[in-house]
């Protein structure tokens, strides 16, 4: 089931970002007294009741506002409501119900989400006498919390994580493979997904950031039907001046979490940046298949090493995803189009794989006869017995008689083994190591 997405929104002042930051346990957001001090959405991974979600933290919403700075930040807030699958509505219990809460609450009531209004700064066990006037919002039972100091946030994340959709619900969708092309700006992602199409079903221009939205496209490949996910382009936040490109980030974020393989798409004539690490590492963190796409090829003056040459550096920077394939293409000339899908394909099924436990065993035994596991005081570790126990990605568990003399070069040189042994290109693959009598708890 892909993480559930949560929206804290208001207006400016109200604790969004203490309340933010208390969830999540760091501090990730700046927290002044200034109204508007947020001004780029921040997000980050929660967990409450041993279910994740993604939370997220936005500018406060200021209704009606000229100010240039609030109405943006009033749009980056409308882009997360339409995000997220629960609205968490901060309003300022010392201050009480103001006009300004009454428009927030009917913009909320027009989503049709689960909005859930909480009112922040009830510092003391005792309910301020202007409580019960948020009742007017039309929201149902107001929440009370002091995000400060940790009042009540138990009781609320309880109410929110019963509001995710269920596992079933989430069964329901279909199993078609979901791919999401994502990378910088202006590296050719949309114009990508027109060739596949076959029709200009997408905004094309050489203006960054001109993709506001993240768009589903079916389509029939080889008999099979994909869904693409076309994504705004992701871009450091030092480069963020227009608001298009600021507001998508979450959009970007969103695809990602919901997709099967990710296309990281780099630019040919720029090589990987700083930017295509940071957007790699964000499909990588999730677990998700990962096929790198390098466009513009036919603007690369070559001779016969320049391929091989660029594939290196490739790896040099990316290595953290050495395990993902690269392709490299020309959308305008539509060269290797097609070996972009069927590498999509192979890593969609790569992702899903499950290796018969003692086929797995056998490659282990094997592995360690090769390669000697390591000793610490002479205690030499033992692995007594592997299984796979996930997909999507691959997750094995080990038994071994020592969680500790697991050195991480060893499990490195044994995912390399797996990898030869069964073919897990294109996806992360994730250890779990646990010593005799401990359960399992996946």
């Not at 004539?269 to 700083?274: A, P």
Request: aromatic share 8%.
């Amino acid at each position: 089931m892909n993480k559930p997405i949560v929206a804290i929104v208001g207006r400016p002042n109200v604790g969004k970002s203490t309340f933010f930051n208390k969830v999540l346990g760091k501090r990730l957001s700046i927290v002044e007294d200034t109204p508007g001090v947020t001004r780029d959405r921040i997000y980050g991974e929660a967990e409450w009741r041993g279910i994740p979600f993604i939370l997220i933290d936005t500018g406060g919403i200021e209704p009606g506002t000229d100010d240039i700075i609030l109405a943006q930040i009033r749009e980056q807030a409308e882009i997360a409501i339409e995000t997220a699958h629960v609205i968490l509505f901060l309003v300022d219990g010392k201050e009480g119900l103001t006009s300004s809460d009454r428009e927030v609450a009917s913009i909320l009531m027009r989503t049709g989400k689960k909005v859930v209004l909480v009112v922040n700064k009830v510092d003391t066990g005792a309910l301020p006498d202007h409580f019960y006037d948020f009742y007017e919002l039309g929201l149902g039972e107001p929440v009370a919390v002091s995000a400060a100091n940790m009042l009540g946030l138990g009781d609320l994340l309880d109410i929110v994580v019963d509001n995710f959709p269920s596992a079933a619900e989430d069964d329901e969708e279909d199993d078609r493979v979901k791919i999401a092309v994502i990378g910088k700006p202006n590296v050719g992602k949309s114009s990508f997904i027109n060739t596949m199409l076959g029709e200009n079903r997408l905004i094309v221009s050489d203006i960054p950031g001109t993709t506001r939205d993240s768009v589903d496209s079916p389509f029939l490949w080889r008999g099979e039907e994909y869904v693409l996910i076309d994504t705004a382009g992701i871009r450091r936040k030092s480069k963020v001046t227009g608001d298009i490109e600021r507001y998508s980030v979450i959009r970007a974020i969103s695809a990602i979490e919901r997709s099967d393989v990710c296309l990281v798409m780099i630019d040919a004539t720029e090589g990987v940046t700083e930017q295509d690490k940071k957007i790699a590492g964000i499909a990588h963190e999730e677990g998700k298949g990962i096929v790198i796409v390098v466009n513009k090829w036919d603007l690369i003056e070559k001779d016969t090493h320049t391929m091989d040459e660029y594939r290196k550096d490739i790896q040099k920077e990316l290595v953290f995803i050495s395990y993902a394939p690269i392709v490299f293409i020309s959308v305008l000339q539509q060269q290797r189009l097609d070996r972009v899908m069927e590498l999509a394909k192979a890593v969609s099924e790569n992702r899903a794989k499950r290796i018969p436990t003692g086929q797995l065993n056998s490659l282990i035994i094997d592995a360690t006869m090769m390669r000697q596991p390591p000793s610490d005081k002479g205690k030499r570790l033992k692995i007594y017995y592997a299984a796979q126990i996930g997909v999507k990605p691959p997750l094995f568990s080990f038994q071994v008689n020592s969680r500790e003399l697991m050195h991480f070069s060893y499990s490195r040189y044994l995912e390399n083994k797996i990898r030869e042994g069964f073919d897990f290109q294109g996806t992360s693959i994730k250890f779990v190591f646990r010593e005799k009598g401990e359960k399992e708890d996946v």
